[in-house]
């Protein structure tokens, strides 16, 4: 199996930056597969943040284009989240996802609250 445990979230003023990590462990994971994380505010649906593939193709969700950036380190099968310019309307549980050869595998969740 595939465990996906994130961290880094936390309590931030509006304006300010925080970073999100994911690291993969259990089986080893076989290339090509996905990262992207997702996110859930209250009575929301989950939405995809943003996205990377193996080879570093990024795609973002247009609400945070130009102020989030996702990383991905293939050897070491983490995978992060900067966020900058963090707005109230931020506030999400953050998922790490990883998609492989059709499965989905899910993190439990980071909280990050934008609150001034």
């Known amino acids: 199996q595939v465990q996906l445990v994130e961290s880094g979230g936390g309590l931030v003023q509006p304006g300010g930056s925080l970073r999100l990590s994911c690291a993969a462990s259990g089986r080893p994971l076989s290339m090509p597969y996905m990262m992207a994380w997702y996110r859930q505010a209250p009575e929301n649906l989950r939405e995809l943040v943003a996205g990377?593939?193996?080879?570093?193709?990024?795609n973002y969700a247009d609400s945070v284009k130009g102020r989030f950036t996702i990383s991905r380190d293939n050897a070491k099968n983490t995978v992060n989240l900067q966020m900058n310019s963090l707005k109230p309307e931020d506030t999400a549980v953050y998922y790490c996802?990883?998609?492989?050869?059709?499965?989905?595998?899910w993190g439990k969740g980071t909280l990050v609250t934008v609150s001034s």
């Open positions: 990377i593939s193996s080879g570093g193709t990024t």
């Open positions: 996802n990883v998609y492989e050869f059709g499965m989905d595998y």
